[in-house]
């Protein structure tokens, strides 16, 4: 039997009441903060995010790294194509290739070669390139490599284009180039030769990085990207690229093919507007179908941007240079489709010897190039 006072029993549940409600306030409260602070952090504060409306991926990326260094450069048509045939015949143990274009047969001989001595040769191709640069097809090359016993096969259907031009030797070193591999790319061809750079980086979190970017279009599978140097398609490029351009401070050197991509024409003419000198090479028009860059070109140039073309070499580079401090050289077009939807590979360098080249180089294509 219950001897407690009616009246007592009464004040004890107001109390337990009393403090449930403040429990639960104060739990609600703790919601509503953590939703706000999650909010807050999926925005960004700094406008990076609207990228992700024109399709890119999300969700996969950290912030952009200070630049790799202890790497080499090579600026072609001068190089030629030996750099490459040299590196595939030094080859000891295994060449992976994953490239948008392969016609050179030069590198399709060496290819064989090394696949010939025994190595573990890999060859991924696109299969439906807007241009093949030559005689042969992708498909034709494919099988023509796989009969000297490459293991090649198409490009991961994931992406809209492969449009990544790079190679791993040995597992110990990663090239990252701009170039396909054609005559007009290295230096072969009498009628068009290419603007175009290459990284050689033997740094083994880049090169991990680049093996496991391989592996994932090799077997169909997601990439993940952990290397903060490396810049990928569609994971983190766009994010890199605008992060970039909005780091400058003095000066921003681009060589680049194209110039649409709402967003990184926007974060140009920013730059532009807070005093930063931004310089801009682009490709002279050819043939009758006009220039693809106009609408972009207009865009930027109305924002204070300095545009130029270059008759005599064809920029199919992609660099940019901040600063002096650190710079972009990769596969990534400044395109939408090239940063949301294609797969592409670049890295952030700033090794000083990279950087004098890459600026010398890129002051001697100024100098050459016509304004616009």
């Known amino acids: 039997m219950d001897y407690t006072p009616f009246s007592y029993r ?6 337990l009441s009393f403090i449930a409600l403040a429990l639960c306030m104060l739990l609600t409260a703790c919601d509503m903060s953590g939703s706000t602070s999650s909010s807050n952090y999926g925005t960004g504060g700094n406008g990076s995010g609207t990228g992700n409306s024109n399709g890119g991926s999300a969700g996969s990326t950290g912030p952009i790294g200070t630049g790799t260094q202890g790497v080499q450069v090579f600026v072609e048509p001068d190089a030629g194509d030996r750099v ?3 590196a595939i015949d030094g080859a000891k143990q295994s060449l992976w290739l994953e490239m948008y274009l392969l016609t050179d047969r030069k590198i399709i001989n060496a290819l064989e070669s090394a696949a010939h001595r025994g190595l573990d040769v890999r060859v991924m191709l696109e299969a439906h390139p807007y ?3 030559g005689s042969l097809s992708p498909r034709g090359t494919l ?7 490459v293991k090649a096969q198409p490009t991961s ?10 190679m791993i030797i040995d597992g110990n070193t990663a090239y990252i180039m701009t170039s396909n591999f054609t005559l007009s790319a290295l230096g072969g061809s009498s009628q068009t030769q ?3 750079y290459g990284i ?4 083994q979190q880049d090169v991990q990085g680049v093996i496991n970017i391989f592996n994932a279009d090799w077997n169909h599978s997601n990439a993940q990207v952990n290397d903060p140097n490396l810049v990928v398609s569609p994971e983190n490029s766009r994010q890199d690229f605008i992060s970039l351009i909005n780091a400058a401070h003095r000066s921003l050197a681009i060589e680049a093919e194209e110039m ?4 990184v024409e926007q974060a140009l003419v920013s730059a532009a507007k807070r005093g930063v000198q931004v310089q801009v090479i682009l490709p002279a028009p050819t043939g009758s179908s006009g220039d693809s860059n106009s609408q972009g070109i207009a865009t930027i140039k109305q924002g204070g941007v300095t545009v130029k073309e270059d008759p005599r070499l064809y920029m199919h580079a992609k660099i940019i240079l901040v600063d002096g401090q650190k710079a972009f050289v990769g596969s990534e077009n400044i395109s939408t489709a090239s940063l949301n939807r294609n797969r592409e590979l670049g890295i952030v360098v700033a090794d000083q010897n990279v950087l004098n080249t890459l600026q010398q180089t890129f002051q001697q294509d100024w100098g050459d190039s016509t304004t616009t």
């Open 10 to 15: 009464s004040r004890h549940y107001v109390l």
């Open 84 to 86: 490459i045939t040299n």
């Open 131 to 133: 241009g093949s640069g």
């Open 143 to 149: 099988d023509k490599l796989s009969a000297a016993g």
């Open 157 to 166: 259907p994931i992406f809209s284009l492969t449009h990544e031009k790079g």
């Open 194 to 196: 290419n603007r175009e």
């Open 200 to 203: 050689v980086d033997t740094n």
């Open 260 to 263: 649409q991509d709402d967003e």
